[in-house]
């Protein structure tokens, strides 16, 4: 039975104010974590100052104080109802902190084993190289690899580390200052096509694959695509041509969020004229009314699943379930104002998700990748692990 609940004021890795909630039952104290994005869907729920949500909290926590930590889908069930629209009454920030610390409670600590995930793993697509909104010189706002070479989990986490390191060194050797942006991605000087040629030749000495982020909606405006670092300016049917030549000319594995949010019809036309993860994450928001959609119109073949664009977990599992009969490639992902709460490692091996967007440098990113490794230890003395399959 669920005691109380703690409300705290935390900073995530930018420096931001967010929230961590402590659920207390007789069988311990069961805590998470909000993380913050900065690049967000318009369909996301709506999150509120932690000044605000601090001032009902005490009213608030009265009504979930007598509920079975165990039956974490009628806390959600609760939480969806008292919350609102997009959760604007409570914030989409305290639901979600909320919904994942009774699912720990739950689970006893160990989510990955109360889902049911135990002996296959993800593979972590590491963001290597940033722009965007996240900071970087290009409008592109990942530069992504996918370790699909290696055949462990411990192999996949070095070799991204590994190749985040040798495009630091590429840089250095050559004088061409660098830096890091909100996600610990490296930045510097220089257009996407550069950019893609040093990360596809690095990647390809350890055998992993390149993909982007293309996060577009940030630079739709008025019908057009902006591109202010190159000069371009395109329409839909420019965007899908400049994307398919990406896609083809640097042999990409994985493109995300290449068209506008609500463009469910050029994500379908991208899907069927490339051979790649063509994945949704503005366009979904981990919203199983938006994911009918994309399904009807077989708009992408890959899904970003972020617990606090669902509000809660059982909202997320909904959407995930749907993916998953479908055979779309799930991604569950990190937010760029990140903590240190490991819960997406949990939730991608409990899952049995195929990739897990977790980032590569900086505490709050190596958290998730440190969680990974934990798992994949303490599973592997039990018995035979091994890598998921990609389709």
Not at 114 to 134: D, E, K, S, T
């Amino acid at each position: 039975m669920i005691r109380d609940l703690e409300l705290t004021a935390i900073l995530n890795s930018r420096g931001e104010e967010t929230v961590r909630v402590t659920v207390v039952t007789e069988e311990g104290r069961f805590s998470s974590d909000c993380p913050c994005g900065k690049s967000r869907g318009s369909a996301e729920p709506v999150f509120l100052p932690v000044s605000r949500i601090s001032g009902f909290f005490p009213e608030f926590k009265k009504n979930l104080i007598g509920f079975d930590e165990t039956d974490f889908e009628s806390v959600d069930s609760f939480l969806e109802e008292f919350g609102g629209e997009r959760f604007s009454k409570i914030g989409g920030n305290l639901s979600i902190a909320v919904s994942q610390a009774v699912l720990k409670a739950a689970a006893g600590g160990d989510v990955y084993r109360f889902l049911g995930g135990r002996r296959v793993f993800p593979y972590p697509l590491g963001n290597v190289i940033g722009g965007g909104v996240h900071g970087g010189y290009t409008e592109i706002q990942e530069f992504l690899v996918v370790p699909f070479g290696s055949e462990t989990l411990p192999e996949a986490v070095r070799t991204n580390v590994e190749i985040w390191n040798a495009v630091r060194t590429y840089l250095e050797a050559r004088g061409i200052p660098w830096g890091r942006n909100d996600e610990g991605a490296i930045t510097f000087k220089a257009g996407y096509r550069k950019i893609l040629e040093i990360l596809c030749s690095v990647a390809e000495d350890y055998g992993a694959g390149v993909g982007v982020d293309m996060a577009a909606s940030t630079v739709f405006e008025n019908g057009e695509y902006r591109y202010p670092s190159s000069g371009k300016v395109l329409d839909p049917g420019e965007q899908l041509e400049f994307v398919r030549d990406l896609v083809r000319t640097f042999n990409l594995v994985y493109v995300e969020d290449p068209f506008h949010e609500e463009d469910f019809s050029s994500f379908a036309e991208l899907t069927r004229s490339v051979k790649c993860v063509v994945c949704g994450d503005d366009l979904f928001v981990t919203n199983p009314e938006r994911l009918e959609i994309g399904l009807n119109l077989k708009s992408a073949n890959g899904i970003i699943l972020k617990p606090t664009q669902a509000g809660t977990v059982s909202r997320l599992f909904k959407t995930e379930n749907l993916a998953r009969k479908k055979g779309m490639i799930r991604v569950v992902s990190h937010r760029s104002g990140e903590t240190c709460d490991p819960f997406i490692s949990d939730l991608a091996v409990g899952t049995g998700s195929e990739l897990v967007k977790c980032g590569i440098m900086g505490g709050e990113r190596v958290s998730k990748a440190n969680r990974l490794l934990e798992i994949w230890e303490r599973e592997s003395e039990r018995g035979r692990v091994r890598m998921v399959r990609v389709r």
